[in-house]
């Protein structure tokens, strides 16, 4: 089992920058792909970025490349979400899923992803 805690989010103007933390505790030893995703009122849950299982990609979707970065630090388990050039369209539940999916497809498909953390809010104001 692992636990998933995010943090981070809240309301910021269009333009802004939010940083999101996911806290990973329980069989963390074992290696997980770590994702991030985000779910949009009355939306579907999409895929925002992710690490591969191996940990050596990385993973954005089109609307997020070239303002969200990735990263993460191993000796904490926990893995960031920075948000720069906030639009209004990125207002969510922004949520941390690991898994191991074992393509790069596979790593942007919600469905592959065992352990959900419970989501924060995001709200980007115009």
């Known amino acids: 089992q692992v636990q998933l805690v995010e943090s981070g989010g809240g309301l910021v103007q269009a333009g802004g920058s939010l940083r999101l933390s996911c806290a990973a505790s329980?069989?963390?030893?074992?290696?997980?792909?770590m994702g991030w995703f985000r779910q949009a009122p009355g939306k579907e849950r999409e895929f925002v970025a992710g690490?591969?299982?191996?940990?050596?990609?990385?993973y954005y979707a089109d609307s997020v490349k070239g303002r969200f970065t990735i990263s993460r630090d191993n000796a904490k388990n926990t893995v960031y979400l920075q948000m720069n050039s906030l639009k209004p369209e990125d207002t969510a539940v922004y949520y941390c899923?690991?898994?191991?999916?074992?393509?790069?497809?596979?790593?942007?498909?919600?469905?592959?992803?065992?352990?959900w953390g419970q989501g924060t809010q995001v709200t980007v104001s115009s």
């Open positions: 899923a690991a898994g191991r999916p074992l393509t790069p497809a596979q790593t942007m498909d919600f469905n592959k992803y065992n352990y």
């Open positions: 329980g069989r963390t030893g074992s290696r997980y792909a």
């Open positions: 690490f591969s299982w191996s940990g050596g990609s990385t």
